[in-house]
């Protein structure tokens, strides 16, 4: 390919990018609330010990990756600037698609050479999981153009040398983002089998693929893995605690049928978001197909060694995917390569005018399935501001530290660079809830004696008073830790925007978005001390007990999960962020309450798992209660 035409293939994807990301409205997805601006601030500003969770468990991931996004919030760009860089950034990935597509497409004369690449990479990346992230604060996007790059390189190059350079590819993309380790191990095969090489040059390239991993791994996540067995004791501090993942498949049925599922609005199967996607269903209709092809004798169905080795390695990341996650930002590099492999299988089953227009059908169908069914941004899309994260805050805040305490889902940690640099956040209740006793929580509560505060969207003023009923839920969880609400002492962090510069409208008039209707100002009060009712404490140790009891028990449900004992109305419960599940006791019934499929298993009686030897229910999949 020459140079005018490499140009092309990736600026107009840039082009592309760029203007849909504007289209589609500033993203304020979930985790960038979360953690996306929180990690890299962690980092600069050395919160490790003045924080503890105060993005939950992934305020310990790595946040290098992290930091353009950051960087260039912090210094001040525009909104609509940076989101821009973004999408240029994330469009290498269709670019990418088809100089691999170009690859696998070298037998074709040059003009439907031409034509089958585009479509190939147009099929690639005609998926709603990639666009709702194009311009967003996702890693994931960032990171895929890495992986195909090293893929690239193994269909390119021969010898130990390129090798290494893959598997830099490679490790970079797994050390800034752990679930991309899968890849790492699919590419390995393809570098023992790059093109020309045999015998002990095989294993050179073999051990330089590794080698330039491990370095990778090293110089990008060394330094982090470092840091947290230093503070914790573990480098993957709390990956351990055996997570399971909400869209983990059970059984083997499950995978077979996870490709034609894949075709349904279904939000619990592989995605957050509505992302119906017939491409893998049809890639394996396809590639089913050949051997029949072959035995008729009726298309040249022969396929070279570049497309195995493509192919190979999307059948094992798919497998590495689908075993460890399934989780479809997870797999975005394989839903970008099953459109390609899909164009490729379906140029050699049929005759190539045919191919085109069965390529252009499913791309049509597959493109008008998705704008229907998808949304643009991943959870919220709100007009462009002149800044991303238009934050008013309280002067009183800026002024004075404090220990910030979160008690929700979302512990909207994004807010802690906009107080005082010497305040703590604490993520005491939500995906990873700390235990009341945790010795980093007490000294964090002494050092910030007589200025801790509750933070959260929960939190509502109406005439500068939170209402009574969100002061009792919160107190509910607050005096296991020796603390109530003072209703009287609240500030609230505004989400104020600010749309008026001319970049900012102009961007609002092309894209049409209104206000989103999550609520994105958070709420601070002051905090009193209280005595806890040693009566309470008896009940919390008895439910403890015996929620410790039914997870051994019923190992198959919670995947060897455990989680902290906490208040829910007039009851107890325990959530596992992994499961998308909260066990909850009340009254005399246990249940596991899977709340984002909506249903609920009757796990009996407390009173019957008081009593040791008990047989539990068939649910829980074991014969007794140890």
Known sequence: MGRAPLVLVFCVPAALCAVWTVFAGKDLNWDLLNYHYYLPFELLAGRLQQDFFAASAQSYLNPVGYLPFFLMLSSGWHSVIASIALAVAHSASIALLHLIAWKLFTHLPSRQRIILSSLASALGVATGVFWAMVGSSFLDPLLAPLILAGLLVLLTESGARGAALAGFLFGAAAALKYSNAVFVLAAFPLALAMPGLAGRSRWLAGGGYLAGAALAIGVVAGPWLALMQREFGNPVFPLTNAAGGRFMLQDLGAALAFPFRMIALDRHLYSETFAPDLRPAALLAAAAALPLAAALRRAPVALTGSDWRVLAFLCAAGVLWLATSANARYGLVVLLLTGVCLARIIERLLLLTAARIALAVLLLVQLGTTVVAAPPRW???????????????????????????????????????????????????????????????????????????????????????????????????????????????????????????????????????????????????????????????????????????????????????????????GGWSRYYSGLDARLEAYADRIILNRFRSATHLDLGRLSDWEREGAAPPAACGAQRVD
Not at 404 to 428: D, G, K, Q, R, W
């Open 379 to 569: 959870f919220l899309a709100e007009p462009w501001t002149r800044h991303w994260l238009a934050y008013d805050v309280p002067e009183r805040a800026v002024r004075e530290p404090a220990l910030y305490l979160t008690l929700e889902i979302l512990p909207m940690a994004v807010v802690a660079p906009f107080v005082h640099p010497a305040s703590s956040f604490v993520n005491f209740r939500g995906q990873h809830s700390l235990p009341p006793e945790s010795p980093r929580l007490a000294a964090l509560l002494e050092r910030h004696d007589g200025r801790v505060r509750a933070l959260g969207r929960g939190l509502e003023l109406v005439e500068g008073r939170p209402r009574a009923e969100q002061v009792t839920a919160y107190d509910a969880t607050l005096v296991r830790i020796g603390y109530r609400v003072d209703a009287d002492n609240c500030d609230t962090i505004a989400w104020r925007r600010d749309t008026g510069d001319l970049l900012s409208r102009a961007a609002n008039r092309f894209a049409g978005l209104g206000p989103a209707q999550e609520p994105l100002s958070v709420v601070s009060c002051a905090l009193r001390p209280a005595t806890r009712d040693p009566v309470d404490v008896q009940k919390e140790k008895r439910a403890s007990t015996l929620f410790d009891r039914i997870e051994k028990a019923c190992r198959t449900l919670f995947r060897g999960q455990t989680a902290v004992t906490e208040p829910l109305g």
